[in-house]
């Protein structure tokens, strides 16, 4: 899964402009025929959203915003390759449109690691 971390401007709302949109439709589009595709989506600002706790028993909702951006998503790729290094082909082509970015790569449990 490529993670696209949140930012200042993800958080406020800020919608991409027609240039970044289409190169990260064209980018999606690339990973669609090279058939690794299974999904991706962008995320709504944390004003949108809330958070559920639960500590020792107890449940408490928070609604957004969220301050800490840093450990924010503001959407993800998901995408299924045969290695890192494979992966690391792949997120390197993120388009330079959308500027200063931080993408984290986490691989899935599969089946077979809970055998």
């Known amino acids: 899964m490529i993670i696209r971390k949140a930012d200042k401007n993800t958080e406020a709302g800020v919608m991409p402009g027609n240039d970044l949109l289409e190169k ?3 980018f999606h589009e690339e990973m669609a025929k090279a058939g690794i595709l ?8 944390t004003s949108h959203g809330f958070r559920l706790t639960r500590e020792r028993g107890k ?4 609604d957004g915003p969220f301050t800490e951006t840093k450990e924010l998503i503001a959407g993800f790729s998901m995408i299924e390759v045969g290695s890192k290094e494979e992966a690391l082909k792949w997120i390197k082509q993120w388009p330079v ?9 986490r691989p899935l ?3 077979a690691d809970f055998a």
């Open 109 to 111: 449990f599969e089946e």
């Open 38 to 45: 299974r999904d991706a989506a962008g995320l709504k600002p």
């Open 24 to 26: 990260m439709t064209t």
């Open 97 to 105: 449109e959308d500027g200063d970015v931080t993408l984290e790569i």
């Open 59 to 62: 449940t408490t909702i928070t």
